[in-house]
């Protein structure tokens, strides 16, 4: 039963991950983000490669794991929702090692130029 939950859990969480990887249209009239899209940009592939990984059952996450990535898309004091592209990137790398594990880390595309 808790073995349910936690695929559950996991699941929801890397679709709420594919949709923070798409760039978002604004909310208002004029240039309004929730999310910036130069961040989400930076952060797409990390948040990729995190809902892929999460989707494997045999892949071993611990609580605290899955309530920081849950944090860092959903809080809205976390990098992911500031203006720096870099420090959001280096928190979604930083997640992504804790998920995927350093050595196997690797984007999966090539680097992209971000135009502010």
């Given at each position: 039963?808790?073995?349910?939950?936690?695929?559950?859990?996991?699941?929801?969480?890397?679709?709420?991950?594919e949709?923070?990887?798409?760039?978002?249209?604004?909310?208002?009239?004029?240039?309004r983000?929730l999310?910036?899209?130069?961040?989400?940009?930076?952060?797409?592939?990390?948040?990729?490669?995190?809902?892929?990984?999460?989707?494997?059952?045999?892949?071993?996450?611990?609580?605290?794991?899955?309530?920081?990535?849950?944090?860092?898309?959903?809080?809205?004091?976390?990098?992911?929702?500031?203006?720096?592209?870099?420090?959001?990137?280096?928190?979604?790398?930083?997640?992504?090692?804790?998920?995927?594990?350093?050595?196997?880390a690797?984007?999966?595309?090539?680097?992209?130029?971000?135009?502010?």
């Amino acid at each position: 039963m808790k073995r349910d939950r936690n695929i559950k859990k996991r699941r929801r969480l890397a679709r709420a991950l594919e949709r923070a990887a798409v760039p978002e249209r604004p909310f208002m009239r004029g240039p309004r983000y929730l999310v910036q899209p130069s961040v989400t940009l930076a952060c797409a592939p990390s948040l990729q490669a995190i809902a892929t990984a999460l989707r494997e059952d045999a892949l071993v996450v611990d609580e605290d794991g899955l309530r920081a990535i849950w944090t860092f898309i959903c809080d809205g004091a976390s990098p992911f929702f500031g203006r720096d592209a870099t420090e959001a990137l280096r928190e979604a790398v930083r997640l992504q090692h804790i998920v995927i594990g350093a050595e196997t880390a690797a984007h999966d595309q090539e680097p992209m130029t971000i135009a502010v």
